[in-house]
């Protein structure tokens, strides 16, 4: 009940296009859902995050869409460039306590 | 600068070595944790500290124990390092009061168990 799932496992587009990177969680009690981003030999950082009474949140090129009863969440990067190539992992919690991540996108934007 | 800082940053041991990783943070954040990341199994929480002396186990806890005497920081204590604990460790920390969860984390730790 505590997994989150993730796809796809690595995942290639040309510049400009649109990367989607799919997550899946069980445990209802869920209530913050973070995608983080993290570069080789650096730590995750934050790139986006959404609670569940939204169904959508954008910021700059990307985007969370959220859809409660299917208790699947996804990100969307627009306009993709070579610069976002990165492993992204999406993360489930209850109310910043317990953190539950996936197992990562690996995300080549090829130039 | 606002960061996490841990130590050592590489550390290659012997089982059964008693170790620390350390791990500070100068937010002031009330929230702080331990992550292992493993290839193909993303970050596994190890422990979290809601506040000072306040710690709860994660999903991977065996084998760890931690401690959150002072705000800032919050070591990692390997009491009996085996080769299944080789892994890259995170340390992270967040504000956490108002809802406000956004993680920090640190530059991470390699540890190898021979």
């Known amino acids: 009940q505590q997994q989150v799932k993730q796809s796809p496992q690595s995942l290639i587009v040309q510049k400009g296009g649109i990367s989607i990177i799919n997550c899946a969680y069980e445990?209802?009690?869920?209530?913050?859902f973070p995608w983080y981003q993290q570069f080789p030999g650096k730590g995750p950082a934050l790139l986006i995050a959404?609670?569940?009474?939204?169904s959508e949140k954008k910021e700059g090129r990307f985007t969370i869409s959220f859809n409660k009863s299917a208790k699947q969440f996804s990100l969307h990067i627009m306009d993709s460039q070579p610069g976002d190539s990165a492993t992204y992992f999406c993360?489930?919690?209850?109310?910043?306590?317990?953190?539950?991540f996936g197992p990562g996108t690996r995300l080549s934007v090829l130039p | 600068e606002a960061q996490v800082t841990q130590n050592p940053r590489y550390l290659i041991t012997v089982t059964g070595k008693k170790l620390t990783v350390t791990c500070s943070q100068n937010?002031?954040?009330?929230?702080m944790s331990w992550y292992r990341q493993d290839p193909g199994l993303g970050l596994r929480q190890i422990y979290y500290?809601?506040?000072?002396?306040?710690?709860d186990k994660g999903d991977v806890p065996e084998g760890y124990k931690v401690s959150r005497k002072e705000k800032r920081n919050f070591p990692l204590i390997l009491e009996s390092p085996s080769p299944n604990q080789t892994s890259l460790y995170f340390c992270a920390s967040s504000l956490s009061i108002g809802g406000s969860y956004e993680q920090y984390f640190g530059p991470g730790t390699r540890l190898t168990v021979t």
């Open positions: 993360a489930a919690s209850n109310y910043g306590q317990n953190f539950v």
């Open positions: 937010m002031n954040h009330e929230y």
């Open positions: 500290s809601m506040n000072v002396e306040v710690t």
């Open positions: 445990n209802t009690a869920f209530d913050y």
């Open positions: 959404i609670r569940p009474d939204v």
